[in-house]
């Protein structure tokens, strides 16, 4: 069985070491590194190249808005994915922006953590309903653009409205019949149309755009 290989980045000792018992009961993860900081979390990155990171957002030296920034720029093949208390807008806003694949309190129960991260692998963005719905309210007080700045087909419009329900490649391809290979080259050609490089950024591009 291949493993998904994880680093947990959080400034309290505690923290990384209950995650790392509750993730490593499971044979299908394995914590691979360790980070104090955002800082360190970046170099670990490029020493382990974790398939996830498990990121806190307010840490010492530098935050994980920052890292997740750093990390999507220079390992983009890694998945960010935040869990934190701290559910105020500009840190929600931030991780999105800057490629995070979801969110997620620190109040999430164990079971639903480790699901998180397999669906996060599997290409889904993980957004609970409060955290979702705080994004949503920010795009509602935006204006949005009249008309989109590419035209998409018809099928490309069908898996934007999947990647928007949050649909894994897996599930798109099932619901359109497509294989996984095929949906992934539509995923690409859709993001080079918009202008776009990860699939948080993406659903919140096509909501706004009224899709």
Do not use: C, W
């Not at 990384?16 to 170099?43: C, F, H, K, S, W």
């Not at 994980?64 to 960010?80: C, M, N, S, W, Y």
């Not at 931030?94 to 490629?99: K, M």
């Amino acid at each position: 069985m291949s493993q998904i290989t994880v680093l947990l980045a959080d400034d309290q000792t505690i923290i990384r070491d209950g995650l790392r018992a509750l993730l490593e009961t499971n044979p299908d993860i394995q914590v691979v590194a360790e980070a104090r900081n955002g800082l360190e979390a970046y170099e670990q990155t490029g020493i382990h190249h974790p398939q996830v990171v498990l990121m806190d957002i307010r840490m010492p030296q530098m935050g994980g808005v920052e890292a997740t920034r750093l990390i999507k720029q220079d390992f983009p093949d890694t998945a960010v994915l935040v869990l934190t208390t701290f559910d105020d807008d500009d840190s929600i806003l931030g991780a999105i922006a800057h490629g995070a694949s979801g969110y997620l309190l620190k109040d999430i129960n164990g079971a639903k953590l480790v699901e998180a991260i397999r669906d996060t692998v599997r290409g889904s963005v993980i957004l609970p309903g409060n955290i979702a719905a705080k994004i949503t309210r920010h795009i509602d007080k935006r204006v949005r653009p009249e008309t989109p700045p590419a035209v998409f087909t018809q099928r490309e419009q069908d898996i934007i409205r999947l990647l928007i329900q949050g649909k894994s490649n897996q599930e798109i391809a099932q619901t359109l019949f497509l294989t996984v290979g095929t949906v992934k080259n539509y995923i690409s050609q859709i993001y080079s149309k918009a202008g776009i490089t990860d699939r948080a950024n993406a659903i919140l591009y096509f909501k706004d755009l009224g899709f």
